[in-house]
């Protein structure tokens, strides 16, 4: 047998590149100590930010500010009262029976979370034209909510469409739904619920779906009923959502104010904490006053969403 014997010359020698040299710069300093690489995500926060303080902490800010004197909203004096405006809110507790009607609101946030989830679990499943559901269901959300208060001020009034519809089933129409206290309040809030149905469903239909569908198949080979994947697969999987959806349920409840505000102007009984303090602002130029106003219903706000998060954390949830 004859050895061949190769004829390559062997490579030329040269300088050994050392791991990682192609992350360092010739001056040896590697790419992200650069000041530049330091600063780029600043930079890319740097617009965002100066929206966010041009146009909700310096806001809230000057609002404080206000709420400490007797603007009136027009002149440019603002003498300085210190807490009178404060200590004026607290002592006519007449200004806080507006956050009764806040009940009514609160119910039917939770009749619509309740609505909302069902719809979510129904649909995340196999079932024909579940497409169409959807869109039905999320479309009330996408109009203005001026347009809405428009419409059901003709559904609600005295023979308007409500009244008609119940004539054709043979139904006393005689009923002015939005003459009295209860009803009126009832009529509203039930407009909200037919509003912001579609906002919560789409945030539990989305929270489902992300759902791995490993999990329900083998679920399925366990011979789990759809109940029983609601409770230990989707119910522990949303929660998080879930309690998102309790936030700005209570936190809209206390901050009602379009529908009301269109529909009835406040009269009836149907006046919003929200309502009155646009009207002390703009209806008795009491700039101040409002302001206080404000700023306790934003601290009431803050601190029914931080009890809630104390008593129900949002804690990990790790399915797979």
């Not at 909203?73 to 009764?100: H, M, Q």
């Not at 869109?135 to 001026?146: D, E, K, R």
């Not at 809030?189 to 919560?200: H, Y």
């Not at 994947?229 to 700005?248: D, G, K, T, Y």
């Amino acid at each position: 047998m004859t050895r061949t014997v190769s004829t390559a010359s062997p490579p030329e020698p040269g300088p050994l590149r050392e791991r990682g040299s192609r992350h360092r710069t010739p001056t040896g300093r590697s790419w992200s100590d650069r000041p530049l690489r330091r600063i780029t995500p600043w930079l890319f926060l740097l617009a965002p930010l100066a929206l966010l303080i041009t146009f909700t902490y310096v806001p809230v800010g000057n609002m404080v500010y206000y709420s400490f004197t007797d603007w009136d909203g027009i002149s440019p004096d603002r003498s300085y009262v210190g807490a009178e405006n404060y200590t004026d809110l607290f002592t006519r507790p007449e200004l806080f029976k507006v956050f009764a009607v806040s009940f009514y609101y609160l119910a039917a946030s939770v009749v619509q979370i309740v609505i909302a989830l069902y719809f979510a679990v129904v649909l995340s499943f196999d079932l024909r034209f579940r497409n169409l559901f959807k869109g039905i269901l999320f479309f009330p959300y996408l109009i203005n909510g001026v347009a809405i208060g428009f419409v059901f001020l003709y559904f609600f009034q005295d023979g308007g469409t409500l009244d008609s519809v119940l004539a054709w089933f043979g139904m006393d129409t005689g009923h002015a739904w939005l003459g009295s206290p209860e009803s009126a309040n009832t009529s509203l809030a039930g407009v909200s619920v037919w509003r912001f149905t579609g906002l919560n469903f789409v945030l539990f239909l989305g929270a489902i779906q992300s759902i791995p569908g490993e999990l329900y198949e083998a679920a399925q080979l366990d011979g789990a009923s759809r109940w029983q994947q609601f409770r230990h697969i989707i119910a522990p999987s949303i929660r998080p959502v879930l309690s998102l959806s309790v936030i700005l349920a209570i936190s809209g409840s206390l901050s009602v104010f379009e529908i009301p505000y269109i529909m009835t102007g406040g009269a009836t009984e149907t006046s919003t904490f929200v309502i009155q303090t646009v009207k002390f602002a703009f209806q008795f130029n009491k700039t101040g006053l409002a302001s206080a106003c404000a700023v306790v219903l934003l601290l009431i706000v803050l601190l029914i969403t931080w009890i809630q998060r104390r008593l129900v954390p949002d804690d990990k949830v790790d399915l797979v």
